[in-house]
Each structure stands twice: as C-alpha cells, then as structure tokens.
C-alpha cells in the first residue's frame, strides 16, 4: 500500500512529464498493445477472412507437429547468435579504431559504415544478390582469379544463413558504431592518461577500462540486436525464400507465409506469440548476464 501511495504522489509531482510523455504511449498503446492482445486472442481461432472458430491450443499444438515451424525456430536462434556478438564486437572495434581520429576524419568513416543502414534492407539485399550470384556474381569472379570453384552461396544448406547473415551484418554496424563513438566520448580522458602513467598496455587499458565504462551501452546493444535478429524479413524473402530446403526460413518469415500465402492468421498468430516469449526469455538473459547480479554469478 505504500508503494501505491508514493506512486500516485510521485504521479501527482511529476505530472506535467508524463504529460509530455502521454503522445508516445497513446501511439504505444494504438499501434503495439493492443495489436498484440488482439493477435494473442486470434492465436486461439481457427481465424481467417470467411470464419472464426474457437479451437484452444490447436493452433500451438499443430505448430510444434511441424517441421518447417520447427527448423523456422532454429535458424532464427542461428540468426541471433551468429548476428548480435559478430556485430557488437565488430562494430565495437570500429569504434574503438576511428574515436581517436580528428573529428573530420571520424565524421567520414562513421558516415561511410552508417550510409547502407540509410539505403535499407531491401536495397542492400539486392545488391548482395548480384554479388552472391554463382555466374555474373564479382564474388565468385574473385575467387576464380584464384583458380577456385563457383559457390552456390544462396543455394546450398551449408553457405545460405552464413551468407544471409553476412548480408545483415553490412547494414547493420553502422548504427552501432555511431552508438559506440558516442559512449567512448563520454568515458574521461583522465583514466586513460592515469592507465598510461602506469604502464599499461593497450590491451589492458581496453579490457580494464574501455569494456566496465561501455557495459550499460554494451547490454543495450546486445539486447536490440537480439530483438532485431529475430525480426529478420527481408533479407530472406529476398536472397532465398526460406531455402534452401528451409535451412533460411525464419520465425517471422514464416509467420508471412502462414499467414499471407495460406490465409493462417490463427497458426500465425500463434507463431507470433512464441517469437514474442522467444525474444523475452533472450532479452531477459542477456540482462541478467549483463547486471551485476549475473557478473557476481
């Protein structure tokens, strides 16, 4: 009860803040909440345009009977762990390399890795499906100047979700370095210049000092990357379709064509909330890894 009281009065205070802050979660509220609570009743119907049909858990069930559901899970997982470590170290790395730059040159590089995430998704997989092409592909010319063999690399099981992850990669850095150049600055000079009296290496000083100052950055990275990976659509509808034999095929993929190609709103809507408790277990790991509870663990 005094939680309760101290809220309200903190309400009262504080009120003109959560005024201005009223637009956004009206929005919030509109466009995500509720579309997300209508979708978690539809998951329970036998749901498309011509009827509605109370079935329980069937929808659930029937997934998990399903093998192409099933792979969809896994290789969005593969996504997940291929994409968020490789770009947060990459692009924490790039970082890392132009922050000590002048500010004219830091400003080019940053435009540089940042101008594929302006272009968009679908224009950086079209792209890419030239280059991945296995005859007229730049990709596989340049490893036939070295007497190699064309790669299938959209076409075979074992190269399609590395190449499609590799594809994300490229415009998806470029936001996160801005994001890291920007920590770095607020992170003082004087406990470098301290570090440096001291002797310590480079390396040192980056484990020792760059890694503690960026974790609150560094969680927060790693937690959108996680949410965004499991998100991933267009790279796939446009590289691979889902093959092949499904080894591309996501959970939200899926859901599209579930929902879209064979008029399955119910199973996709079923589908769309085991992705939401999917992302919430892996976004609530990553927090506690990254909370001091789970670095004293």
């Not at 540089?112 to 730049?138: D, E, T």
């Not at 210049?193 to 001291?198: F, L, P, R, Y």
Request: proline share 4%; glycine share 6%; aromatic share 18%.
């Amino acid at each position: 009860m005094a939680y309760l009281v101290r809220f309200v009065r903190i309400m009262v205070k504080e009120r003109w803040a959560y005024y201005f802050i009223l637009p956004g979660y009206v929005i919030f509220l509109i466009f995500n909440f509720i579309p997300m609570i209508r979708t978690f009743v539809i998951s329970f119907y036998d749901y498309n345009l011509v009827k509605q049909t109370f079935v329980g858990f069937r929808n659930y069930t029937d997934l998990f009977a399903d093998s192409v559901f099933r792979a969809s899970v896994m290789n969005s997982i593969k996504f997940a762990l291929i994409i968020t470590p490789t770009s947060t170290a990459v692009s924490l790395l790039i970082a890392v390399t132009i922050f000590p730059m002048r500010n004219w040159m830091q400003s080019i590089f940053r435009g540089a890795f940042f101008l594929p995430n302006v272009v968009g998704g679908v224009i950086v997989s079209a792209i890419w499906l030239w280059i991945y092409h296995p005859v007229y592909g730049i990709l596989n010319y340049l490893l036939s100047l070295f007497g190699a063999e064309p790669v299938y690399w959209l076409a075979n099981v074992s190269t399609a979700l590395n190449s499609a992850s590799f594809v994300v990669l490229t415009w998806t850095c470029g936001t996160l370095i801005i994001i890291f150049v920007a920590a770095l600055g607020t992170i003082s000079p004087t406990l470098y210049e301290a570090a440096k009296i001291d002797g310590a290496s480079p390396v040192r000083i980056f484990f020792r000092i760059t890694l503690p100052m960026l974790k609150s950055i560094t969680a927060f990275v790693v937690i959108t990357q996680l949410i965004f990976s499991f998100q991933i659509w267009e790279v796939v509808y446009l590289l691979t379709d889902g093959g092949p034999f499904n080894s591309t095929t996501t959970l939200v993929f899926d859901m599209y064509k579930r929902a879209f190609v064979r008029g399955d709103y119910g199973g996709a809507s079923a589908e769309g909330m085991i992705l939401v408790l999917i992302i919430s277990v892996f976004a609530l790991l990553s927090w506690y890894l990254f909370s001091e509870r789970g670095e004293r663990a």
